[in-house]
């Protein structure tokens, strides 16, 4: 089946206006489109080429391309909240000054096994 019919099929299933929502076509150049994506703070793209097959599993004839590098950091502390995951809050390896944070995320069963009761009162 062809990508433009697999679009059609996929925006079909799609309702306007919910949490997921169906992107539309970018046609031109890569690099372009890519800095506008990562000026607008957006995770990234998939290029395709328009006669490909679609084949679950990583692909060279589908590309994903994300707006951003995965470092390490220093790790200033976490914050936890019953039922939510918990919040890192990170700082420059080299500099120590923060440079912003992240959830910290796993599976409900790994996390309430590995999760044992604070005894006594967290650090503030």
């Not at 793209?45 to 994300?66: E, F, H, N």
């Not at 992240?102 to 069963?109: E, H, K, M, V, Y």
């Amino acid at each position: 089946m062809a990508l433009d019919e697999r679009r059609e099929i996929l925006r079909s299933m799609i309702e306007p206006g919910g949490r997921i929502q169906f992107s539309e076509s970018l046609p031109g150049e890569a690099k372009a489109i890519f800095h506008l994506l990562d000026k607008a703070g957006l995770e990234g793209m998939v290029s395709k080429r328009r006669d490909s097959k679609y084949r679950s599993g990583p692909s060279t004839i589908w590309l994903k391309a994300k707006c951003y590098t995965v470092d390490e950091y220093d790790l200033l502390g976490v914050e936890r909240e019953a039922g939510k995951p918990a919040f890192a809050l990170m700082a420059d390896r080299a500099t120590g000054r923060y440079v912003g944070s992240a959830f910290i995320n796993s599976r409900g069963a790994i996390r309430e096994r590995e999760t044992r009761p604070a005894i006594g009162i967290w650090p503030r």
